[in-house]
C-alpha cells in the first residue's frame, strides 16, 4: 500500500527507510526523519510497537526461566526457536514493506495504527 496521495512522491530512500524500520532502536530514525512519506512513519510505528512487544516477551521468558527453577529448563529449550521467529518475523516485514505492502500482525498492527 504505497503512499499515492497527490504531490507526495515516495523519497528516494524509502526502502532504506523501511528496513531501518524492523531493526529495534533504528526505527526511530525513519520515525523521525521522514514525516512526509506515511507508508515509512506505518512501518516505523509497527517497528516500534513490534519491538515493545518482543521486549515484553523476552522479560516474561526470562522471568519464566528465573521463577520456575527446573520447570524453566524446558522454557528455556524453546527459546531459540522463539529469536529464530522473531529474526523471520523482521525479516519477512523488511521484504514485504519494500515491496510495497504491509505486514499485518493481529493485534500489534491494530495498536500501531493508534499512534
Same mark, same amino acid.
Given at each position: ?11 528516494s530512500n ?8 524492523? @531493526?529495534?532502536?533504528?526505527a /526511530?530514525v525513519?520515525?523521525l526523519t521522514?514525516?512526509?512519506d506515511?507508508?515509512? =512513519?506505518w ?11 518482543e521486549?515484553v516477551v523476552?522479560?516474561?521468558?526470562n522471568f519464566? @526461566?528465573?521463577?520456575?527453577?527446573p520447570?524453566?529448563?524446558?522454557v528455556?529449550l524453546?527459546?531459540?526457536?522463539l529469536?529464530l521467529g522473531q529474526l523471520?518475523?523482521?525479516?519477512m516485514?523488511m521484504v514485504?514493506?519494500?515491496?510495497g =505492502?504491509? /505486514?499485518?500482525?493481529?493485534g500489534?498492527s491494530e495498536f500501531?495504527d493508534?499512534?
Amino acid at each position: 500500500m504505497a503512499d499515492t496521495s497527490p504531490g507526495s512522491a515516495p523519497s528516494s530512500n524509502r526502502n532504506v527507510m523501511i528496513v531501518l524500520s524492523y @531493526l529495534w532502536l533504528l526505527a /526511530l530514525v525513519p520515525l523521525l526523519t521522514e514525516k512526509d512519506d506515511k507508508e515509512v =512513519q506505518w512501518h516505523a510505528k509497527h517497528g516500534i510497537v513490534l519491538m515493545l512487544a518482543e521486549l515484553v516477551v523476552w522479560v516474561v521468558v526470562n522471568f519464566v @526461566l528465573v521463577a520456575l527453577g527446573p520447570i524453566g529448563c524446558i522454557v528455556a529449550l524453546i527459546t531459540p526457536l522463539l529469536a529464530l521467529g522473531q529474526l523471520a518475523l523482521h525479516i519477512m516485514a523488511m521484504v514485504k514493506g519494500v515491496n510495497g =505492502q504491509r /505486514l499485518i500482525v493481529p493485534g500489534l498492527s491494530e495498536f500501531a495504527d493508534k499512534f
